[in-house]
């Protein structure tokens, strides 16, 4: 199977400043190569909590937006912020509106977001936010100051951090963009930073050995892991 994002429009909702390099920045770098129509990425939470011990104040959401934006400019992706605190996001009807609204501006015709049973509550509340508005962006019922989308994009769950309980349905070839997926970590200084902390881990080494045990499991060198979400009228066939 061979799978084109050519003409695509593909957005990852990802809850982190540097959530979509350690899990599906490679298939966004691949989906730019083959010609997709749109690349983008929705960041959910400030990264205001996420400074090295000791190191913690009240500038350290602009260090990280401005990391991000060094990040996506390697893809290169268009940057949207949700903007909630870390430690703060929560399915909410308002939250699930300002998503709606970010949808339909946007247009995607593809959402990557994280998986609802991924380590991190910022991630679990971004999969859930995100499950709902791309069903409800379609939906005329729903107003925000955009117009519905015509038919809710399709929906996948990207692996979680250290592909614990993850299960792929299917895996993305990333092995001509793992550079890509290094250059953008290594813009996260801040987040390079914390490596030793104890509520932290070595970014850089956990994002290669991830695609690269993902590789060995589907016999390529290095992919990110899948599933899509399988709903009345979410599936998708490609």
């Known amino acids: ?137 379609s939906s005329r019922g729903h107003l925000t100051a955009s117009p519905a989308i015509p038919t809710p994009p399709a929906l996948w769950l990207a692996d979680s951090v250290a592909m614990t309980g993850f299960a792929p349905e299917f895996y993305v070839d990333v092995t001509a963009h793992v550079e890509t997926k290094q250059q953008m970590l290594q813009r996260h200084r801040s987040q390079l930073l914390r490596g030793r902390d104890s509520d932290f881990s070595p970014l850089a080494d956990l994002m290669l050995n991830q695609c690269r045990s993902r590789g060995e499991q589907s016999g390529v060198n290095a992919s990110e892991a899948f599933r899509q979400h399988h709903a009345f009228k979410r599936t998708r066939a490609w």
């Open 1 to 137: 199977m061979k799978l084109t994002f050519s003409d695509e429009r593909v957005l990852a909702v990802m809850a982190h400043p540097d959530d979509a390099e350690l899990l599906c920045a490679g298939t966004l770098a691949r989906a730019h190569a083959d010609g997709a129509a749109a690349i983008g990425l929705c960041v959910m939470c400030q990264g205001d909590k996420g400074a090295p011990a000791g190191e913690l104040g009240n500038t350290t959401s602009q260090i990280r937006q401005r990391e991000a934006a060094e990040a996506a400019k390697l893809l290169p992706a268009s940057l949207l912020w949700f903007d909630a605190p870390d430690g703060e996001l929560f399915d909410a009807y308002e939250q699930r509106r300002k998503l709606i609204e970010i949808f339909r501006q946007f247009r995607p015709t593809l959402v990557i977001t994280h998986c609802p049973e991924d380590y991190h509550p910022d991630h679990r509340a971004t999969y859930a936010i995100a499950e709902a508005a791309t069903w409800m962006a």
